[in-house]
């Protein structure tokens, strides 16, 4: 017996994560997200959105909650001139407040959002349970929310429609798989945030092989991010807008450490630039 489980042990070893999930792999459709299509003139917004829809994208992710009215009218502009085709999602980053409802529902009607992102801190479960009900517009979240418990109460109160977990940051791959199949329990889809590195790429695509409510994969598109470009060299590389899994053993990842010697952290909180 000690033997035939060490064999087994090698031959798991071996295999690709999502074969260790239970999945197949799979070409995901991937949407443009990240930090990228912000708050820019409508124009500007455009030219970007093009070199993405030109590059095989057929849905991409807009930066809202800079105000209602001046985010309509980026959405709007993008919806006109790119048509029904392309799959818009906005992310509002939890700026709204309940007061910017009538104006942004409105928006987010007349353009077919394919979803609204993350409209409120993490913590105003009510607003969401309440936005969820006077919309058709998929309400989604998760990134913020963390380990099992945290997201059964979203499911619970109906707060979204699409559940967002980071395996960086709720816990894992292992517990943020066990958040899927429980949004799958309560007819959810899953669409795992990505942060910004090609290690949390590499474990959204794994993970999207084996679950059955798998919506779409977050590519980050930012001009320069050499934790995703280099790190790694291109084993998640998007092609035609979809993303296929790594097939080396475990995530598929070479990684190249001497990347941390180039890019060495700064001490501090993120998001603050340094004194």
Request: charge should be negative.
């Amino acid at each position: 017996d000690f033997c035939l489980s060490r064999g087994l042990g090698d031959v798991y070893k071996r295999q690709p994560l999502y074969r260790l999930l239970g999945g197949a792999p799979k070409r995901i459709r991937a949407y443009a997200g990240g930090l990228s299509l912000g708050f820019k003139p409508p124009d500007v917004l455009e030219g970007e959105v093009r070199k993405l829809v030109d590059a095989g994208y057929t849905a991409i992710k807009l930066r809202v909650g800079d105000h209602p009215r001046r985010d309509a009218e980026r959405v709007g502009h993008i919806r006109n001139v790119f048509g029904d085709t392309l799959d818009i999602a906005v992310d509002a980053a939890t700026r709204y407040t309940a007061l910017d409802l009538p104006e942004v529902l409105s928006y987010c009607e007349r353009n077919r959002v394919y979803w609204l992102e993350e409209p409120f801190t993490p913590d105003n479960l009510g607003a969401y349970a309440d936005l969820a009900r006077r919309t058709p517009v998929p309400i989604a979240g998760g990134e913020n929310h963390y380990t099992r418990q945290a997201f059964r109460d979203l499911f619970a109160q109906g707060c979204i429609t699409i559940a967002q977990a980071d395996c960086t940051k709720a816990g894992g791959i292992s517990e943020v798989r066990k958040i899927m199949d429980m949004a799958a329990a309560w007819h959810l889809f899953a669409a795992p945030h990505t942060s910004h590195t090609v290690i949390s790429a590499a474990a959204n695509v794994h993970l999207l092989c084996a679950l059955p409510n798998a919506l779409i994969f977050e590519a980050d598109v930012a001009g320069v991010n050499p934790f995703r470009t280099e790190l790694a060299g291109d084993a998640c590389r998007i092609v035609d807008g979809h993303i296929e899994p790594p097939q080396g053993p475990g995530l598929g990842l070479t990684i190249d450490e001497t990347l941390l010697e180039r890019y060495p952290a700064i001490p501090g909180p993120c998001y603050i630039p340094p004194t």
